[in-house]
């Protein structure tokens, strides 16, 4: 059996990578299992404990670092965010193509550990900085100061996007999500 592909998604807070996600995921063909991560931010409005993250306190965070358990970890605004390695490797050793949302860092870390041809990577660029603000704002879910905060990162980010093989501009989700689900399409061929 094939080994599953790891796909990577990344790009600044706010760009849509939750949105693009949920539609590519609508493509039964690819056969994807999403990779599901541990956080200690609060949960929001409408996310589900075990859907859209693993909410932990930060000494069930802490004791998964020390135990390696890991893929990559992050900080960001005083929550953390990690992939567990054992749940995506089980994945892909099983021939299931594995989707990771993550942010920036994260994604560098995995992508300089997993040394495999069968890892596909995607930045996702709003269309302007303008757009990523309005994204954010719309939201409702942050003070002025983690935006300012989100924003200033996001602009940062946007300039790191060398170890990607694709960058992707997400001006319409499907359209983003078509592109990404063609790219992979064709990776899957090779």
């Given at each position: 059996?094939?080994?599953?592909?790891?796909?990577?998604?990344?790009?600044p807070?706010?760009?849509?990578?939750?949105?693009?996600?949920?539609?590519?995921?609508?493509?039964?063909?690819?056969?994807?299992?999403?990779?599901?991560?541990m956080?200690?931010?609060?949960?929001?409005?409408?996310?589900?404990?075990?859907?859209?993250?693993y909410?932990?306190?930060?000494?069930?965070?802490?004791?998964n670092?020390?135990?390696g358990?890991?893929?990559?970890?992050?900080?960001?605004?005083?929550?953390r965010?990690?992939?567990?390695?054992?749940?995506?490797?089980?994945?892909?050793?099983?021939?299931?193509?594995?989707?990771?949302?993550i942010?920036?860092?994260?994604?560098?870390?995995?992508?300089?550990?997993?040394?495999?041809?069968?890892?596909?990577?995607?930045?996702?660029?709003?269309?302007?900085?303008?757009?990523?603000?309005?994204r954010?704002?719309?939201?409702?879910?942050?003070?002025?100061?983690?935006?300012?905060?989100?924003?200033q990162?996001g602009?940062?980010?946007m300039t790191?996007?060398?170890?990607?093989?694709?960058?992707?501009?997400n001006d319409?989700?499907?359209?983003?999500?078509?592109?990404?689900?063609?790219?992979?399409?064709?990776?899957?061929?090779?």
């Amino acid at each position: 059996m094939k080994k599953g592909l790891l796909i990577i998604l990344s790009g600044p807070s706010g760009v849509g990578k939750n949105c693009v996600r949920q539609e590519i995921v609508k493509s039964h063909r690819l056969s994807l299992s999403y990779s599901i991560s541990m956080t200690t931010r609060a949960r929001r409005e409408k996310e589900v404990d075990g859907v859209d993250y693993y909410f932990v306190s930060k000494e069930e965070f802490q004791k998964n670092i020390d135990e390696g358990n890991f893929l990559e970890w992050a900080e960001f605004v005083g929550n953390r965010y990690g992939t567990p390695k054992d749940k995506v490797e089980e994945l892909r050793n099983q021939g299931k193509n594995v989707f990771l949302e993550i942010e920036i860092n994260g994604a560098n870390q995995v992508m300089s550990k997993v040394k495999d041809d069968r890892v596909i990577s995607f930045f996702l660029m709003p269309p302007s900085l303008g757009a990523l603000e309005a994204r954010i704002r719309k939201r409702k879910t942050e003070s002025e100061e983690i935006i300012q905060e989100r924003l200033q990162k996001g602009e940062k980010e946007m300039t790191m996007t060398q170890n990607y093989d694709h960058i992707i501009i997400n001006d319409k989700v499907s359209r983003a999500a078509q592109e990404i689900i063609d790219l992979v399409k064709a990776k899957l061929k090779k």
